[in-house]
Protein backbone atom coordinates (compact mmCIF):
# COMPACT_ATOMS: atom_id res chain seq x y z
CA UNK A 1 0.00 0.00 0.00
CA UNK A 2 1.66 3.81 -0.88
CA UNK A 3 2.88 5.83 1.97
CA UNK A 4 0.05 8.79 2.72
CA UNK A 5 1.37 12.01 0.55
CA UNK A 6 0.79 14.26 3.70
CA UNK A 7 0.51 12.66 7.70
CA UNK A 8 0.19 14.49 10.84
CA UNK A 9 1.54 12.54 13.51
CA UNK A 10 0.55 13.73 17.29
CA UNK A 11 0.82 17.20 15.62
CA UNK A 12 0.77 20.70 18.43
CA UNK A 13 1.28 23.86 18.28
CA UNK A 14 1.55 27.08 20.96
CA UNK A 15 1.04 30.57 20.33
CA UNK A 16 1.37 32.44 23.38
CA UNK A 17 0.41 29.27 26.16
CA UNK A 18 -2.22 28.55 23.95
CA UNK A 19 -3.27 25.74 21.81
CA UNK A 20 -3.80 26.33 18.28
CA UNK A 21 -3.31 23.01 17.44
CA UNK A 22 -3.92 19.97 20.41
CA UNK A 23 -2.07 16.56 19.35
CA UNK A 24 -3.38 16.27 15.83
CA UNK A 25 -3.29 13.25 13.91
CA UNK A 26 -4.31 12.22 10.26
CA UNK A 27 -3.01 11.46 6.97
CA UNK A 28 -4.18 12.69 3.31
CA UNK A 29 -3.72 9.98 0.08
CA UNK A 30 -2.54 10.89 -3.43
CA UNK A 31 -5.16 13.03 -5.19
CA UNK A 32 -7.17 13.61 -2.57
CA UNK A 33 -9.57 16.42 -1.94
CA UNK A 34 -9.44 16.93 2.08
CA UNK A 35 -11.01 19.80 3.57
CA UNK A 36 -10.12 20.85 7.01
CA UNK A 37 -13.80 22.13 8.17
CA UNK A 38 -14.11 24.65 11.66
CA UNK A 39 -15.75 28.05 12.60
CA UNK A 40 -12.73 30.71 13.55
CA UNK A 41 -10.37 30.04 16.05
CA UNK A 42 -10.68 26.27 15.82
CA UNK A 43 -6.81 25.60 14.41
CA UNK A 44 -7.65 24.81 10.82
CA UNK A 45 -5.86 27.64 9.51
CA UNK A 46 -2.87 26.48 11.81
CA UNK A 47 -3.25 22.76 10.10
CA UNK A 48 -2.71 25.02 6.86
CA UNK A 49 0.32 26.76 8.31
CA UNK A 50 2.38 23.99 9.63
CA UNK A 51 1.93 21.92 6.13
CA UNK A 52 2.91 25.01 4.27
CA UNK A 53 5.92 25.58 6.25
CA UNK A 54 5.10 28.87 8.01
CA UNK A 55 5.09 27.38 10.99
CA UNK A 56 6.58 25.24 12.79
CA UNK A 57 5.09 22.41 15.26
CA UNK A 58 5.73 23.01 18.75
CA UNK A 59 9.91 21.15 19.91
CA UNK A 60 8.09 18.20 21.78
CA UNK A 61 4.65 18.70 19.10
CA UNK A 62 5.03 15.66 16.75
CA UNK A 63 5.86 15.02 12.88
CA UNK A 64 4.68 17.01 9.85
CA UNK A 65 5.41 14.63 7.02
CA UNK A 66 4.74 15.20 3.44
CA UNK A 67 5.62 12.19 0.64
CA UNK A 68 7.10 10.03 3.65
CA UNK A 69 9.42 12.75 4.55
CA UNK A 70 9.69 14.55 8.09
CA UNK A 71 9.54 18.24 7.51
CA UNK A 72 9.20 19.93 10.48
CA UNK A 73 12.24 22.30 9.39
CA UNK A 74 11.88 22.49 5.73
CA UNK A 75 11.29 25.45 4.48
CA UNK A 76 8.25 26.55 2.13
CA UNK A 77 10.13 26.27 -1.08
CA UNK A 78 11.19 22.92 0.00
CA UNK A 79 7.99 21.26 0.22
CA UNK A 80 7.21 20.55 -3.47
CA UNK A 81 3.49 22.11 -2.69
CA UNK A 82 1.84 25.71 -3.77
CA UNK A 83 -0.88 27.81 -2.12
CA UNK A 84 -3.48 29.97 -3.42
CA UNK A 85 -4.77 32.42 -0.12
CA UNK A 86 -7.88 34.04 1.01
CA UNK A 87 -7.19 37.36 -0.72
CA UNK A 88 -5.55 36.00 -3.63
CA UNK A 89 -2.44 37.99 -3.37
CA UNK A 90 -1.85 38.48 -7.13
CA UNK A 91 0.59 41.17 -7.89
CA UNK A 92 -1.30 44.46 -8.27
CA UNK A 93 1.63 46.17 -10.76
CA UNK A 94 1.97 43.16 -12.85
CA UNK A 95 0.17 41.64 -15.99
CA UNK A 96 -1.64 38.44 -15.44
CA UNK A 97 0.88 36.69 -17.50
CA UNK A 98 3.44 38.10 -15.08
CA UNK A 99 1.73 37.02 -12.27
CA UNK A 100 1.19 33.07 -13.40
CA UNK A 101 4.84 33.29 -14.59
CA UNK A 102 6.54 34.49 -11.31
CA UNK A 103 6.61 31.38 -9.76
CA UNK A 104 8.86 30.24 -12.39
CA UNK A 105 11.01 33.05 -12.80
CA UNK A 106 12.04 32.55 -9.75
CA UNK A 107 13.13 29.14 -10.06
CA UNK A 108 14.95 30.22 -13.62
CA UNK A 109 12.81 28.09 -15.75
CA UNK A 110 13.45 28.45 -19.29
CA UNK A 111 11.81 31.75 -20.85
CA UNK A 112 10.22 29.67 -24.11
CA UNK A 113 9.18 26.97 -21.17
CA UNK A 114 7.19 29.50 -19.11
CA UNK A 115 5.40 30.95 -22.25
CA UNK A 116 3.63 27.37 -23.04
CA UNK A 117 3.65 26.87 -19.24
CA UNK A 118 1.62 30.28 -18.63
CA UNK A 119 -0.31 29.37 -21.52
CA UNK A 120 -1.49 25.96 -20.68
CA UNK A 121 -2.45 26.77 -16.69
CA UNK A 122 -4.55 29.73 -18.14
CA UNK A 123 -6.18 27.44 -20.39
CA UNK A 124 -6.96 24.97 -17.46
CA UNK A 125 -8.73 27.39 -15.53
CA UNK A 126 -10.47 28.46 -18.59
CA UNK A 127 -9.26 32.06 -18.87
CA UNK A 128 -7.71 32.95 -22.13
CA UNK A 129 -4.43 33.71 -22.56
CA UNK A 130 -4.83 36.23 -25.34
CA UNK A 131 -7.88 37.85 -24.01
CA UNK A 132 -6.66 38.06 -20.25
CA UNK A 133 -3.25 37.73 -20.54
CA UNK A 134 -2.38 41.31 -20.52
CA UNK A 135 -5.09 42.97 -18.38
CA UNK A 136 -3.68 43.77 -14.76
CA UNK A 137 -5.92 42.00 -11.99
CA UNK A 138 -7.61 45.97 -11.39
CA UNK A 139 -9.50 44.77 -14.39
CA UNK A 140 -10.65 41.54 -13.66
CA UNK A 141 -13.91 40.32 -11.79
CA UNK A 142 -13.39 38.80 -8.56
CA UNK A 143 -14.12 35.15 -9.82
CA UNK A 144 -11.31 35.71 -12.59
CA UNK A 145 -8.75 37.41 -10.18
CA UNK A 146 -9.58 33.54 -8.24
CA UNK A 147 -8.74 31.56 -11.32
CA UNK A 148 -5.11 33.72 -11.93
CA UNK A 149 -4.40 32.65 -8.24
CA UNK A 150 -5.27 28.80 -8.96
CA UNK A 151 -3.19 29.26 -12.18
CA UNK A 152 -0.07 31.17 -10.40
CA UNK A 153 -0.22 27.39 -8.18
CA UNK A 154 -0.90 25.04 -10.54
CA UNK A 155 1.61 26.12 -13.02
CA UNK A 156 4.21 25.06 -10.85
CA UNK A 157 3.28 21.76 -10.66
CA UNK A 158 2.75 20.80 -7.18
CA UNK A 159 2.51 17.46 -5.78
CA UNK A 160 0.45 19.27 -3.40
CA UNK A 161 -2.37 22.26 -3.65
CA UNK A 162 -3.00 23.93 -0.64
CA UNK A 163 -6.35 26.36 -0.73
CA UNK A 164 -7.29 28.85 2.36
CA UNK A 165 -10.64 29.87 2.24
CA UNK A 166 -10.51 31.13 -1.71
CA UNK A 167 -14.06 31.77 -2.36
CA UNK A 168 -14.73 33.75 0.68
CA UNK A 169 -15.02 36.73 -1.38
CA UNK A 170 -17.25 35.71 -4.11
CA UNK A 171 -20.91 36.17 -4.52
CA UNK A 172 -23.19 32.78 -4.06
CA UNK A 173 -23.63 32.07 -7.48
CA UNK A 174 -19.86 32.51 -8.58
CA UNK A 175 -19.06 30.63 -5.54
CA UNK A 176 -21.14 27.12 -6.31
CA UNK A 177 -19.82 27.76 -9.47
CA UNK A 178 -15.73 27.76 -8.84
CA UNK A 179 -17.11 24.71 -6.02
CA UNK A 180 -17.62 22.52 -9.01
CA UNK A 181 -15.11 23.96 -10.95
CA UNK A 182 -11.96 23.41 -8.11
CA UNK A 183 -13.50 19.49 -7.97
CA UNK A 184 -13.53 18.79 -12.13
CA UNK A 185 -9.66 20.34 -11.65
CA UNK A 186 -8.68 17.92 -8.53
CA UNK A 187 -10.31 14.92 -10.55
CA UNK A 188 -8.46 15.90 -14.04
CA UNK A 189 -5.24 16.70 -12.44
CA UNK A 190 -4.79 14.40 -9.71
CA UNK A 191 -2.91 16.62 -7.34
CA UNK A 192 -3.78 16.45 -4.04
CA UNK A 193 -6.03 19.39 -2.79
CA UNK A 194 -6.12 20.74 0.64
CA UNK A 195 -8.80 22.78 1.07
CA UNK A 196 -9.57 24.94 4.50
CA UNK A 197 -13.17 26.40 4.65
CA UNK A 198 -15.79 27.64 7.39
CA UNK A 199 -18.30 26.92 4.88
CA UNK A 200 -20.08 23.71 5.90
CA UNK A 201 -22.23 23.77 1.98
CA UNK A 202 -18.64 23.96 0.44
CA UNK A 203 -16.78 20.86 1.97
CA UNK A 204 -19.79 18.79 1.64
CA UNK A 205 -19.70 19.56 -2.10
CA UNK A 206 -16.12 19.59 -3.15
CA UNK A 207 -14.38 16.99 -0.60
CA UNK A 208 -13.29 13.24 -0.56
CA UNK A 209 -12.78 13.60 2.89
CA UNK A 210 -13.59 15.89 5.80
CA UNK A 211 -11.63 16.94 8.95
CA UNK A 212 -13.80 18.88 11.60
CA UNK A 213 -12.38 20.95 14.04
CA UNK A 214 -13.48 22.15 17.25
CA UNK A 215 -11.20 24.19 20.20
CA UNK A 216 -8.06 23.19 18.22
CA UNK A 217 -8.41 19.54 17.90
CA UNK A 218 -10.14 17.22 15.73
CA UNK A 219 -13.87 16.58 16.46
CA UNK A 220 -14.50 14.06 13.66
CA UNK A 221 -12.56 12.69 10.49
CA UNK A 222 -14.78 10.94 7.26
CA UNK A 223 -16.68 11.17 4.05
CA UNK A 224 -18.89 14.05 4.00
CA UNK A 225 -22.01 11.14 4.21
CA UNK A 226 -20.01 9.98 7.45
CA UNK A 227 -19.69 13.04 8.75
CA UNK A 228 -23.24 14.41 8.12
CA UNK A 229 -25.50 11.36 8.47
CA UNK A 230 -23.32 9.87 11.69
CA UNK A 231 -22.01 12.85 13.50
CA UNK A 232 -20.12 11.36 16.53
CA UNK A 233 -20.45 14.73 19.04
CA UNK A 234 -23.10 17.65 19.15
CA UNK A 235 -20.48 20.18 18.10
CA UNK A 236 -20.38 18.24 14.53
CA UNK A 237 -24.16 18.04 14.75
CA UNK A 238 -24.81 21.39 14.99
CA UNK A 239 -22.15 22.32 12.98
CA UNK A 240 -22.91 20.51 9.99
CA UNK A 241 -26.32 21.20 8.67
CA UNK A 242 -29.06 21.37 11.37
CA UNK A 243 -29.94 19.08 13.71
CA UNK A 244 -32.73 18.41 16.81
CA UNK A 245 -31.76 16.90 20.34
CA UNK A 246 -33.31 15.03 22.55
CA UNK A 247 -31.63 14.19 26.49
CA UNK A 248 -32.50 11.59 28.39
CA UNK A 249 -31.29 8.19 30.32
CA UNK A 250 -30.44 4.96 29.30
CA UNK A 251 -32.17 1.92 29.82
CA UNK A 252 -31.05 -0.54 27.93
CA UNK A 253 -30.12 -2.18 24.45
CA UNK A 254 -32.53 -3.06 22.15
CA UNK A 255 -30.74 -5.39 19.10
CA UNK A 256 -28.94 -2.56 17.50
CA UNK A 257 -30.27 0.30 18.92
CA UNK A 258 -29.93 1.74 22.67
CA UNK A 259 -33.22 2.48 24.41
CA UNK A 260 -33.28 6.03 25.95
CA UNK A 261 -35.81 7.28 28.41
CA UNK A 262 -36.75 11.28 28.08
CA UNK A 263 -37.82 13.32 30.93
CA UNK A 264 -41.79 13.45 30.16
CA UNK A 265 -41.51 9.31 30.45
CA UNK A 266 -41.54 8.66 26.61
CA UNK A 267 -39.06 6.04 25.05
CA UNK A 268 -36.74 6.66 21.54
CA UNK A 269 -34.55 4.23 20.25
CA UNK A 270 -31.08 5.20 18.60
CA UNK A 271 -28.01 3.99 16.81
CA UNK A 272 -24.31 4.06 18.52
CA UNK A 273 -23.55 4.61 22.45
CA UNK A 274 -22.25 1.21 22.64
CA UNK A 275 -19.77 2.40 25.62
CA UNK A 276 -22.97 3.93 27.45
CA UNK A 277 -24.36 1.95 30.71
CA UNK A 278 -27.75 1.83 32.06
CA UNK A 279 -28.58 5.08 34.01
CA UNK A 280 -26.37 7.49 32.01
CA UNK A 281 -27.90 10.53 30.50
CA UNK A 282 -27.13 11.00 27.03
CA UNK A 283 -27.72 13.00 24.16
CA UNK A 284 -29.08 11.85 20.24
CA UNK A 285 -29.22 14.38 17.38
CA UNK A 286 -31.99 13.33 14.76
CA UNK A 287 -31.63 15.90 11.34
CA UNK A 288 -35.32 17.70 10.23
CA UNK A 289 -35.26 15.91 6.92
CA UNK A 290 -35.61 12.68 9.09
CA UNK A 291 -38.67 13.47 11.05
CA UNK A 292 -42.04 13.08 9.29
CA UNK A 293 -45.23 14.21 10.93
CA UNK A 294 -48.34 12.43 11.37
CA UNK A 295 -51.87 13.00 13.15
CA UNK A 296 -51.95 11.61 16.53
CA UNK A 297 -52.70 7.90 16.20
CA UNK A 298 -51.45 7.22 13.13
CA UNK A 299 -47.22 6.56 13.05
CA UNK A 300 -45.80 3.25 12.20
CA UNK A 301 -45.19 1.05 14.82
CA UNK A 302 -41.44 0.88 13.74
CA UNK A 303 -40.87 4.68 14.72
CA UNK A 304 -40.13 6.65 17.30
CA UNK A 305 -43.04 8.89 18.31
CA UNK A 306 -42.98 11.63 19.98
CA UNK A 307 -46.69 13.40 20.79
CA UNK A 308 -46.87 17.37 20.52
CA UNK A 309 -48.49 20.18 18.55
CA UNK A 310 -47.25 22.70 15.84
CA UNK A 311 -45.81 25.57 17.00
CA UNK A 312 -44.66 27.15 14.23
CA UNK A 313 -43.95 26.80 10.00
CA UNK A 314 -41.21 28.78 8.49
CA UNK A 315 -41.08 29.09 4.61
CA UNK A 316 -37.79 28.35 3.64
CA UNK A 317 -38.55 28.01 -0.11
CA UNK A 318 -37.67 24.57 -1.71
CA UNK A 319 -38.08 23.60 1.96
CA UNK A 320 -40.64 24.12 5.10
CA UNK A 321 -39.48 23.88 8.11
CA UNK A 322 -42.51 22.98 10.81
CA UNK A 323 -41.17 23.22 14.52
CA UNK A 324 -43.30 21.10 16.70
CA UNK A 325 -43.61 21.96 20.54
CA UNK A 326 -42.63 18.96 23.14
CA UNK A 327 -44.54 18.47 26.12
CA UNK A 328 -41.74 17.42 27.94
CA UNK A 329 -40.04 20.63 27.03
CA UNK A 330 -37.98 21.28 24.32
CA UNK A 331 -39.11 21.63 20.02
CA UNK A 332 -38.64 19.02 17.45
CA UNK A 333 -38.00 20.58 13.75
CA UNK A 334 -39.33 18.43 10.66
CA UNK A 335 -38.29 19.49 7.11
CA UNK A 336 -40.54 18.86 4.29
CA UNK A 337 -39.95 19.25 0.95
CA UNK A 338 -42.23 22.66 -0.14
CA UNK A 339 -44.90 21.04 -2.92
CA UNK A 340 -45.86 24.88 -3.74
CA UNK A 341 -47.41 26.57 -0.91
CA UNK A 342 -49.59 28.52 -3.52
CA UNK A 343 -51.42 25.76 -5.21
CA UNK A 344 -51.55 23.27 -2.31
CA UNK A 345 -50.37 24.91 0.90
CA UNK A 346 -49.49 22.44 3.39
CA UNK A 347 -51.51 21.10 5.68
CA UNK A 348 -49.91 21.90 9.32
CA UNK A 349 -51.65 24.67 11.21
CA UNK A 350 -50.47 25.96 14.55
CA UNK A 351 -51.33 24.77 17.23
CA UNK A 352 -52.93 21.60 15.78
CA UNK A 353 -52.20 18.10 17.98
CA UNK A 354 -49.39 15.97 15.88
CA UNK A 355 -46.73 13.29 16.57
CA UNK A 356 -42.96 13.70 15.00
CA UNK A 357 -41.68 10.36 13.99
CA UNK A 358 -38.41 8.85 12.89
CA UNK A 359 -36.69 6.02 12.45
CA UNK A 360 -34.72 4.87 15.17
CA UNK A 361 -31.65 4.23 12.84
CA UNK A 362 -32.00 7.70 11.89
CA UNK A 363 -30.80 8.93 14.93
CA UNK A 364 -27.59 9.07 16.55
CA UNK A 365 -26.02 8.66 20.75
CA UNK A 366 -23.93 11.01 20.75
CA UNK A 367 -20.02 10.98 22.47
CA UNK A 368 -19.40 13.24 25.04
CA UNK A 369 -17.54 16.56 23.85
CA UNK A 370 -14.15 16.55 24.84
CA UNK A 371 -13.20 18.76 28.37
Given at each position: MASPVVEFKNVSKTFGGQKAVRNISFHIEKGEFFSILGPSGCGKTTNLRLLAGFETPDEDGGEVRILDRVVNHDRPYERKLAMVFQNYALFPHLTVEKNVAFGLEQRGTPKAEIVSRVKGALEMVR???????????????????????????????????LLDEPLGALDLKLRKEMQLELKSLNRRLGITFVYVTHDQEEALTMSDRIAVMDNARIAQLGSPAQIYEQPRTAFVARFIGESNFCEGVVQQRDGAWMVIQRADGSLVRARGGEDRTAGETVKIAVRPE???????????????????????????????????????????????????????????????????????????VLEEEPK
Open positions: LDPDQFGRRPPAALSGGQRQRVALARALVLEPSILRVELCQPGAAPATHNVLPGSIRQVVYRGEMLHVRVALPGGGDMVAAMRNEGQLRTPVSWQEGAACVAVFHPDDAR
